[in-house]
């Protein structure tokens, strides 16, 4: 089975590759059918999920699937929240990227004393563009923001997400445990279930 992954992100495109190809699902990146980024003018991930998975499914007419995530932080109201990709960039101009947008979340950060957070993972897949019933599923990955960067690993907020039944950052756990428990991993999980029960 063919999926297209409606993103560009190697690093998201590896993670996922990792859930679905022990089940015989070989995912495409959009980018290498010649699919251009689609829009996420949303203020909701479901809503931006299901918009780049039917954009994706509409120019390949393939089954798409599209991950929308990002981290929401308590004290700032849920923010970055569907902004995480582009938080810095938004706000100050510039090159989108992962240190500016940390640099930028402790600057809004600073002087709070919750350091609550939690990952996001809304999955969409649409068996095609028009799909009446897109599968969807939601998953949450709760730790706190920390004020200097731990580990090596992931990618975007990773090094400053700590869990504290962990003990340890995203950006310090391997590639195995971080899908295992991840809010994309959860998420995975239960849309996968959704495929066994409406299979493509």
Known sequence: MR??????NAK???EMSALLTPLGIELVAQGALGVPEAEEPFDTFVENALAKARHAA???????IADDSGLCVAALGGAPGVQSARYAQLRAGGE????RNN?????????QS???????????????DADPQPLIAEGEWHGELLDAPRG????????YFFIPEL????????????????????AMALLLDKLKRQPL
Request: aromatic fraction near 4%; charged fraction near 25%; proline fraction near 3%.
């Open 96 to 99: 989108k990227s992962d240190a």
């Open 3 to 8: 999926l297209v992954l409606a993103s560009n």
């Open 152 to 159: 090596e690993g992931g990618f975007g907020y990773d090094p």
């Open 58 to 64: 509409r120019l390949t007419g393939l089954p798409a």
């Open 12 to 14: 998201k495109m590896k």
């Open 114 to 128: 919750d350091r609550r957070g939690h990952y996001v993972s809304v999955l969409v897949l649409v068996r095609h």
């Open 167 to 186: 003990g340890k950052s995203v950006a310090e756990l391997d590639a195995e445990t971080k899908n295992r428990l991840s809010h994309r991993g959860q």
């Open 103 to 111: 640099a930028q979340l402790l600057a809004d950060l600073a002087g």
